[in-house]
Structures are given as structure tokens and as C-alpha cells.
């Protein structure tokens, strides 16, 4: 049994912004399971103190000359424990985890996760004193990224794993932050937390980690690639052989149709014919025509440039021109949000925009549509692709990172040995999207194969275990490392 440290900024249900959160919320439960002696790491925001009943205060310290509090608590619905840094001159304000009410990023970002990361290093050591010493240190994405460097200069240190969800986001900050954090003079270096004379966070992981994954094989092959690598790719060609790529799992749980209290209608593999009720019951909550037989299309997430949102709107005027309904639920950039609500507007039998996010209606798109949308530019692993297929709705994605590694083309061979369960857009064009809508409508006509289609997008395993089991696997890999180096 290991004894794994985890630490997140985010972890559903008790705060979420994105698909790290639902990562964070999972993977401990499912090593948990795994005879892993696992603790979660989490910032004492105020939504996650309002989301937890029972706790107590395990340890006090300061950093900066900040006091602060480590919460005891249980992950909810689990037996996970999760320790809270409870530092309210930085945490106790509103806004998210990582912006202001404005959607600007906290000017003092950088101290925030400092702090976060120091505490996971006296955590780690037992310096804390609470009577538990870390084997594993998993750190995840730039805001838990100086926590391997900081690490590396302790002789006798737990190994350290450094996950990727998104290289985009490396928390770069001037050489000034650098000083004022007190970091160490010997990580300033291009080899160590310098990057073009800024501080990175990110490096702290990509640098100094034992292992480095990403939550998709064909994403951890992009980042080697100056379009994917973000300045990065160098120093993650020079670390291959430590660099790996774990697709992540959902709760299947929570995103099970066959049990879901949030749809109109439960449904499995075996009453299918089901899943239609939650179509005509769509329409109707969203004033849309009720027609059982026409292709509902959904999309649900961030409406930016990532999720192919350029592509979706250049499209739709040859796409309302299908027989279709489209549904999108999100936010995002102010200037989608506005293309997209007008398209709306002059197309109400056609198209219906939700701006906001509802969990609901997360969930009643997933189970009513036939077709999720998801033509992305980019995507580390993706989440709602896997959400679509247990539900039977057929994806339409680009051939990019988890997208590509969860999703089989429907062709005549993959047909044939029942592995299609969705549409594979060779390059992210507006022609290629409008060209693979329109396939996949034609199969959706196609009763029978549609389906099997179905059928076998529900079969797909998209568990935790066997991710939990390339985790597992992989903190063999890191203890292995620094044993054979300590010998």
C-alpha cells in the first residue's frame, strides 16, 4: 500500500470550474478502492467550506507570515480524506479559484499557490505533524507545480508525479514573484523554474517530478510538438522516457443513465428505446418543435476557441439547413456567447443557446441528444465524449488528443467488428464538420445501425479502474526511480 498525497486547486462536488475538478473528485475514490492510502489536497475556498459538514482542525503554521488551518473532512459520498489549507488572507474572498467576480485572474495568484504548495511539502514530510508520511506526491497541472522542485532539494523525499490536463495554463509570473516567494537562488535557472526570465510554475513539475503523464497517450505524443507544446516541448522531449499518457475515467456514477435522478427518463443498454422520452422532453422545457424523429444535436462547456467554437459558427448556416436541433449550454467568451445567442434568436425552431451552466441540464442534453458536438482544436482527454457514449449519444470530434484515443470512425470495417461509436473529423474545417454531420445524420436514419452504433458507444469502459491501475502502475515506475537513485 502507498500513501499518496494528491493535491488539486479543484475537486468535485465540492468545487468545480473544469475537468481537473472531476479528475480530482474521482481518481483518489477509485485508488482509494485500490488499496491506496490516499489524501486530497485542496485550498479552503469558501464554496468548499460551505460543501463540507464534518471537519476538524489538524495542524496550524504560517507561510509569509499568513496563519493558517489544515481542515480534516471526508471527500463527500466517499471515504477519501481531504485535508483543506485554510489561509483566509487568500482563499476567504469571492470570485472562483482562480478569478475575480470579473473573470480576472487574482493579482496575488501566485502567493495563493505558493502557499498551497509549501503546505503540500510540510504535509508530505510529516513536518505538519500529522503523524502521516507520503510515499507519492501527485501533483496536478501549474498551481501545485512548485511543489517537485521544492521537494528535490530534500534528500530523503517521497517520489513525485506530475499530471498535464492542459499545457496551455503554466501560471508564468515576473522575476519579481520569484524573489518575493522566497524560492530558492539555485531553481533559477532555464534548466529549473526560469522560463524567457519568468517564473513557471509549470516547470517546477515538468522539470523537477520523478514522472510526468498526460491524461491522454495521443495528447502526451502532441506536447512533444511546437503547436501543442506551448514553448514547453523541448524540455518534454528531453524528459521522454519519464513522460507517459493515462486516459482519465468518469464517475460512472454520477453519469449513469440508468440511474440518473437528473433526466426524465432512465434508461440502459437494454431498454434504449427509452432514451427518445428524454428528447420530447427537452423540446418541451426548450420551446423547441416536439419531433421525436429529428436528430437532436447537444454541446455542453466552455464556449471558446479550444472547443471549436470558430468552426461551429461558420458552419451554421449550412447546418440549419439539416434536419436537426441544436442545443448548447455553456459560457465562455463574451463574443461566442453573443454570435451564438443571435443565431438563436433567428433560428428558435432550430437552434436553442442556454448561457450558464445548469448540472440538470448538463445531464438532460447528454440523455436527449442523438449527437454531442465536440470539434475541438485541442483536447488533453475530454470528459464529454465519454459522458456522451453512456448515454448512447454519438460523438462528432476532431482526431486531437483523448478524442482521439476514445473515439472509433464509423466505417464500414468498424461497423463490421462493432467497434464505431461516434465521427471522426480528419481536421478541425468548417467543410469537414458540415461533411461528417451530414454522415452521421444519414446512419442516424438508419434505425438498425444506429443502434448498434448505440450499443456500442454504452459499452465502452470508461471506469476508473483501469486508469487507477496506470496510476498505480506508475507509482511503481516513480518509487523505482528515486530508490535506484538513492542506492
Sequence with gaps: MNKVLYIASEAFPLIKTGGLADVAGSLPVALLKQSQDVRLLLPAYPEVLK????????ATHSYFNLPFSIIETRLPGSKVIVWLVDCPAVFDRPGGPYTDQHGEAWADNALRFAILCHAAVDI???KLKLNWKADIVHCNDWQTGLIPALLSRHEKRPATVFTIHNLAYQGNFDYQTFVDLHLPDELWHMHGLEFYN????????LVYADKINAVSPNYAKEILLPEFGYGQNGLLKSRQQDLSGIVNGIDEKHWNPGTDDLIIEKFNRRTLSKKVNNKTALQEQLSLPDNASIAMVGMVGRLVQQKGL???????????QLELQIIILGTGDLHYEIQLSEWAAKYPDKIKVVIGYSEQLAHRIEAASDIYLMPST???CGLNQLYSLRYGTLPIVTAVGGLADTITDTNKESIANKTANGFMMTEPTTEKLVLTMTRALAFFKDSNTWHQLQDNAM???????ASADGYIQLYKQALAKINKADS
Design 378 to 380: 485541442f483536447e488533453p
Design 459 to 465: 459499452r465502452f469502459d470508461s471506469s476508473w479502474t
Design 310 to 320: 470558430d468552426i461551429i459558427l461558420q458552419s451554421l448556416k449550412q447546418l440549419v
Design 124 to 126: 508530505a514530510l510529516d
Design 51 to 58: 460543501n463540507i459538514s464534518r471537519f476538524k482542525t489538524v
Design 198 to 205: 519568468q517564473l513557471s510554475f509549470i516547470k517546477g513539475g
